[in-house]
């Protein structure tokens, strides 16, 4: 595909409950970003890799939330023991390189947290 | 605190008004981007400005960037229903590989 995909594009899980969210940027995109949006807001910056790495990890909001990259692909968002606070649409993007002006991003994962 | 403060938050509006949404900072960027998001997907890149005074235009749609880049406008003239949205601003240069994005206006254009 040419774009950034996600999966799965919503989720529903009951409080208490880990879920992992997938992204697949970009092939060739070295910079990878993980937000959190809450309904009718704007883009929250949870977590960036540069490559597999994570330089800047200031906006996970607790440490139930965790975030690896492998082959510099794939990345998956990992919530642990979600708590309602925690719905919203979690939207990956990629770039070129980090501090690259131009993000391309997915079509978001929505979470349900009940 | 936002780095970057957008107003208004909320806009509805008829369909053929004029608007402007903006984008205020206190601090100098090396850029800065537009993006529209509509419901259901992910935000979608309009235009960078990056030299102080730059304006742009796609179709109906003006972007400024202020000549101390600090701040940029967006104004859409004769608005259509289409346009309707999220317009979000985003800067860089804040911190390597660290992008910052303003919390959003939405927009409504009724027919």
């Known amino acids: 595909g040419a774009g950034v995909s996600q999966s799965p594009s919503n989720k529903v899980t009951e409080k208490g409950k880990d879920v992992e969210l997938r992204c697949d940027p970009i092939?060739?995109?070295?910079?990878l970003y993980w937000y959190r949006q809450r309904l009718g807001q704007g883009l929250e910056f949870l977590i960036y890799f540069q490559g597999n790495s994570a330089p800047d990890k200031s906006g996970l909001p607790s440490d139930r939330f965790s975030a690896e990259r492998t082959g510099e692909s794939v990345s998956t968002l990992t919530i642990q023991r979600t708590q309602q606070e925690d719905s919203a649409v979690y939207l990956c993007?990629?770039?070129?390189?980090?501090?690259?002006?131009?993000?391309?991003f997915g079509p978001g994962t929505r979470l349900t947290v009940l | 605190t936002q780095l970057l403060e957008q107003s208004p938050q909320f806009l509805s509006i008829q369909e053929g008004e004029n608007l402007t949404v903006y984008c205020n900072s206190s601090s100098v960027f090396s850029s800065l981007q537009w993006y529209r998001q509509e419901p259901g997907e992910g935000p979608v890149l309009l235009v960078t400005?990056?030299?102080?005074?730059e304006v742009k235009k796609l179709k109906r749609l003006t972007f400024q960037f202020g000549d101390a880049r600090k701040d940029s406008s967006l104004h859409i003239t004769a608005a259509q229903p289409g346009d309707t949205g999220l317009y979000l601003c985003?800067?860089?240069?804040?911190?390597?590989?660290?992008?910052?994005f303003g919390q959003g206006t939405i927009l409504t254009v009724h027919p």
């Open positions: 400005v990056v030299t102080g005074g």
């Open positions: 993007a990629s770039s070129l390189q980090s501090g690259d002006n131009e993000q391309f």
């Open positions: 092939s060739g995109h070295t910079a």
């Open positions: 985003e800067a860089g240069g804040t911190s390597y590989g660290k992008l910052t």
